[in-house]
């Protein structure tokens, strides 16, 4: 199986501030048929996960354009312009290239 | 809109099935396979498998081949997964999500199944 490795696991990030999260696979995430199935996504306490991105850089309909996505092959970006309160969570990334689909380990957002 | 509703709480013993539904509104039915992922307690969720409504055609991850079950009904839009041989360790939040880029762009709210004898 592809193994997804997020970092860092906890992000303290001050009001206003940027955040970055960093999602590296163990094999290339670029599909046969040329794209690359990878997303991202936002799950605060006690809701179902929210997806954010997809295909690397792909905004979902309704996400703020504070959050981009960004990488190719292995290794990946999640960014957040400037945090909101509302942006506290957990961020997953997730592949679906490969046949085995496998989630990120998460990053834990809090404001600080 | 759309909108994947699913079941409410199960509590099962550890050898019992459980049966989990989710029903689709709000699109054609037929059009988008549905994956199940699960979520343990405190951790990352973890991918089950998927289905394809029009077909019938599914995938399940190795760890949950010979225990689990998709199917769905077309006839009211409503996609199933059943989870035989429970144990204490499948005790998790079950989510049914429409595929989009294969990956979930609409997910339902959650099915907490709890396995305790």
């Known amino acids: 199986d592809v193994v997804m490795t997020q970092s860092p696991l906890s992000l303290p990030v001050i009001l206003g501030q940027p955040a970055s999260i960093s999602c590296r696979s163990s094999?290339?995430?670029?599909?046969?048929?040329?794209?690359?199935?990878l997303s991202w996504f936002q799950q605060r306490p006690g809701q179902s996960p929210r997806r954010l991105i997809y295909m690397i850089s792909d905004r979902d309909s309704g996400v703020p354009d504070r959050f981009s996505g960004s990488g190719s092959g292995t290794d990946f970006t999640l960014k957040i312009s400037r945090v909101e309160a509302e942006d506290v969570g957990v961020y997953y990334c997730?592949?679906?290239?490969?046949?085995?689909?496998?989630f990120g380990q998460g990053t834990k957002l809090e404001i600080k | 809109q759309v909108q994947l509703v699913q079941s409410g709480a199960e509590v099962k013993k550890p050898g019992a099935s459980v049966k989990v539904s989710c029903k689709a509104s709000?699109?054609?039915?037929?059009?988008?396979?549905i994956h199940w992922v699960r979520q343990a307690p405190g951790q990352t969720p973890e991918w089950m498998g998927w289905i394809n409504p029009n077909n019938g055609g599914k995938y399940y991850a190795q760890e949950f081949q010979g225990r689990v079950t998709m199917t769905t009904d077309t006839s009211i839009d409503t996609a199933y997964m059943e989870l035989n041989r429970l144990r204490s360790d499948d005790t998790a939040v079950y989510y049914c999500?429409?595929?989009?880029?294969?990956?979930?762009?609409?997910w339902g709210q959650g099915t907490l199944v709890t396995v305790s004898s």
């Open positions: 709000g699109y054609t039915f037929t059009d988008y396979f």
């Open positions: 999500a429409r595929d989009a880029h294969r990956t979930g762009d609409y």
């Open positions: 094999q290339s995430l670029v599909h046969s048929d040329g794209n690359t199935y």
């Open positions: 997730m592949q679906g290239t490969h046949t085995m689909y496998t």
